[in-house]
């Protein structure tokens, strides 16, 4: 199994420090956060990424993913949501991300609606993603919180550029166990993202293994040759505590769950 943190915990860090502080945690990667506030995002001009990807390899650590914001089950035209796709495809082809990450961001709209845009652009997109080395990963999250509905959605677009990122706080909010999750994305699942949280109403980032999700469950049933990456959201509570400061303990927690995986 191998280790990654998301940028989202670092706000304003530079990409070198960022890459200093896996590599001396014990970390094998970085899921980089693609937002015009961060060092690297679809509009970074060539140059500066091939310097990111240099500064990346000098650390040894793995660009896992590109964190994007496109929502590919949106109301709207097609075209503004595939050419965002395009973008962050590029982008992880230049810093050898094997993944980019969307979300659905289907609304209050219908099921079927939401179902059938996320579909077609998946289905439109993937082929592009293929061609660069890249998987999409649909994340669960807002409008297809739960496996379940991830699934729905891919297994209709049925093609290897996209796949299923797992984000195992929202399928415990959508009221799925780990291991109802992990038996509905199959062969769909990209990578797992964890971390801890006080109860469904205090979503303010812990330290993991301090919260009340099933992380051990979740872990145990992981695949083991896959990646599990902490995305502890510091960006968006700014009072959490710090987490350089944790990373060490962090990664220990995830090497004792999977240490005790029966057989």
Do not use: N
Request: proline share 9%; hydrophobic share 45%.
């Amino acid at each position: 199994m191998k280790y990654a943190f998301s940028t989202l915990g670092l706000p304003g860090t530079p990409l070198d420090r960022a890459a200093a502080l896996a590599a001396s945690h014990g970390f094998h990667g970085l899921e980089l956060r693609a937002h015009p506030e961060e060092p690297l995002h679809p509009g970074t001009p060539a140059a500066e990424r091939a310097a990111g990807l240099r500064t990346l390899g000098a650390a040894g650590i793995t660009a896992l993913g590109i964190a994007g914001y496109a929502q590919v089950a949106a109301p709207g035209e097609d075209e503004p949501v595939l050419a965002e796709l395009r973008g962050l495809v590029g982008l992880a082809a230049d810093l050898e991300a094997p993944y980019v990450r969307v979300f659905p961001g289907g609304g209050d709209q219908p099921e079927a609606a939401a179902d059938a845009r996320a579909v077609r652009r998946l289905r439109a997109a993937a082929p592009f993603a293929e061609r660069h080395g890249v998987r999409i990963l649909l994340e669960t999250h807002d409008s297809h919180r739960t496996a379940a509905a991830a699934a729905r959605v891919l297994d209709a677009v049925a093609r290897p550029g996209a796949g299923a990122l797992w984000d195992v706080l929202h399928t415990w909010l959508g009221g799925e166990s780990p291991a109802e999750s992990l038996r509905t994305l199959g062969p769909h699942l990209g990578y797992v993202q964890v971390k801890d949280v006080a109860s469904p109403r205090e979503l303010t980032p812990l330290g993991l293994g301090a919260g009340t999700l099933p992380l051990a469950e979740a872990v145990r049933a992981a695949p083991p040759d896959g990646w599990l990456c902490w995305e502890y959201e510091k960006r968006w509570y700014p009072a959490a505590a710090e987490l350089p400061a944790q990373l060490t303990r962090g990664r220990e927690y995830l090497e004792r769950l999977l240490a005790s995986r029966p057989g």
